[in-house]
């Protein structure tokens, strides 16, 4: 079953998190395949959960959805009771308890998790599993692209990018899986989450952002 | 029946308000947590100081009134100590499973929130009993220090500084008293422990030993630690608390305590 989990979770999709020195980038794809069908070219794969903290999803739809909307629910109450936002950790953790909860009793979620954010504590990306494990990392990726993804990730990230840099390295490493994995296309989703809060990037500021980098990889 | 004949009654149920809008049995669990001995919390800008009596004479060992409920929140109550240890642990619990689910110490007032829901619900059914005590909850969280009031008829506050059980009124006029001379955004931890303690001294007969004094203490950035007044770190406070106490009562006009109090058995 963990395995089952763990196939469902990477047949579609690229999401890519990045932190840079103040905030986040996250970026993810726009297609929901059901086998070789394009289910959806406009799928919605990141899911604000406050103004300060981002999810993105992989995985089956259905359950990520219902997932996405019970964290939403949680979010908002207990923000309501304590007066103050969640943490990035705090949301990682209760994701991870959910998740866990649900692998250990009924059928475990078959969603993997980017959640992005900032708090008092700076910005942070954690990486969550099916089953509920949690890894927090500089730069995640997830989804069937994400081997390829990492692999432009790896070679790409140093300690001090700034948002710049760290925006076009996430889209260079989502571009190419775009280019190499069948799974995931049909556009690009770009968030970046500052002090302020998110911003969606509008399609025409992306499409600058990925004419410089034909012009890198061109050049190059 | 042994009760008040103006109640008409009134008083036999939280679950009847009487005529003029009151639950009369909550108003009587309040007076059953000022019969317990007396329990102080002072918020400075850098922490947070619980303080109480403990209940001791020459057959009674002295007993403990502070409790830790997690590492960064302390609590002491007055009133029935049965029903404030059932508190007590339903705090550590509630704490603990904020931990579970969050990864994070819990917000001191969300847990104040919780106890005082808790106690809400034994003023709302037939059959139940509010809790005869009150609860003072300090730490420091997130949002920096916080004391929070709980109270027996299920309400939630949060203090400055403030006083419950036997002779409180004493000890709340010092600590408005000194209050106004101060200024609470650099008012340090040291200083609100001396604080306490002479408004603890100022409400206990004249014969309290430094042994009978417990505290409980967190600085931002560390933990809740519990001491008594008789320990070689706290006497020096002890004894500044105690000249403090006597210059303020010459000041006010005031005699010392007088022997004898109306402390209970099974209070604390």
Redesign the interface.
């Known amino acids: 079953m963990i395995n089952s989990g763990r196939d469902h979770a990477l047949k579609g999709t690229t999401t890519v998190g990045v932190v840079f020195k103040d905030g986040v980038v996250i970026a993810a794809d726009k297609r929901a395949s059901a086998g070789t069908f394009i289910a959806s070219k406009m799928a919605k794969k990141v899911h604000p959960i406050t103004d300060k903290i981002v999810f993105t999803i992989s995985g089956l739809v259905a359950d990520a959805q219902v997932l996405i909307k019970w964290i939403q629910n949680y979010v908002r109450r207990?923000s309501l009771?304590?007066?103050?936002p969640?943490?990035v950790?705090?949301v990682?953790?209760?994701t991870s308890?959910l998740l866990h909860n649900n692998f250990r009793s009924l059928l475990p979620f078959m969603v993997h998790f980017i959640i992005g954010g900032i708090d008092?504590f700076g910005p942070h990306i954690y990486f969550l599993d099916h089953v509920g494990s949690i890894h927090e990392g500089k730069y995640m990726s997830t989804g069937s692209g994400s081997p390829v993804a990492y692999g432009v990730l790896e070679s790409g990230y140093h300690q001090d990018l700034d948002e710049k840099a760290a925006i076009s390295l996430a889209l260079r490493a989502l571009r190419s899986a775009i280019k190499r994995d069948a799974a995931t296309g049909d556009g690009i989703d770009l968030v970046v989450i500052k002090d302020e809060g998110y911003r969606f990037f509008k399609p025409k500021e992306i499409e600058e952002y990925l004419k410089d980098l034909d012009k890198v990889i061109s050049e190059g | 029946m042994f009760r008040p004949e103006q109640f008409a009654g009134y008083d036999r149920s939280t679950i009847l308000f009487s005529p003029d809008g009151r639950i009369i049995q909550v108003e009587y669990a309040r007076k059953a947590m000022q019969r317990g001995t007396i329990s102080i919390g002072v918020a400075a800008s850098n922490g947070v100081v619980l303080l109480g009596k403990r209940k001791m004479d020459d057959l009674i060992l002295p007993n403990k009134k502070i409790f830790q409920i997690d590492e960064h929140v302390g609590s002491v109550f007055s009133g029935y100590s049965a029903d404030g240890r059932y508190l007590v642990s339903y705090a550590r619990e509630r704490a603990q499973v904020y931990r579970?689910?969050?990864?994070?110490p819990v917000?001191i007032?969300?847990l104040g929130?919780d106890i005082a829901s808790l106690m809400h619900t034994y003023t709302q059914f037939g059959g139940a009993r509010p809790f005869g005590c009150g609860l003072i909850l300090g730490g420091v969280d997130?949002?920096g220090p916080k004391l929070i009031y709980v109270d027996p008829g299920g309400a939630m506050m949060r203090w400055v500084a403030g006083a419950i059980g036997y002779n409180k009124e004493r000890a709340e006029r010092y600590l408005r008293d000194t209050l106004k001379e101060v200024d609470l955004s650099k008012l340090d931890i040291r200083d609100a422990i001396v604080m306490g303690l002479a408004a603890l001294i100022l409400a206990s007969p004249q014969d309290l030993k430094p042994v009978e004094i417990e505290l409980g203490f967190i600085k931002s950035g560390e933990k809740f630690v519990i001491k008594t007044a008789d320990l070689e770190d706290i006497k020096p406070l002890y004894e500044e608390a105690k000249t403090k106490a006597s210059e303020w009562a010459k000041k006010a006009g005031e005699e010392s305590m007088e022997e004898g109090s109306e402390e209970e058995e099974g209070m604390v």
């Open positions: 207990i009771e304590r007066e103050r969640p943490l950790k705090e990682a953790s209760l308890v008092q | 579970f689910i969050y990864n994070e917000d007032e969300y929130q997130l949002l």
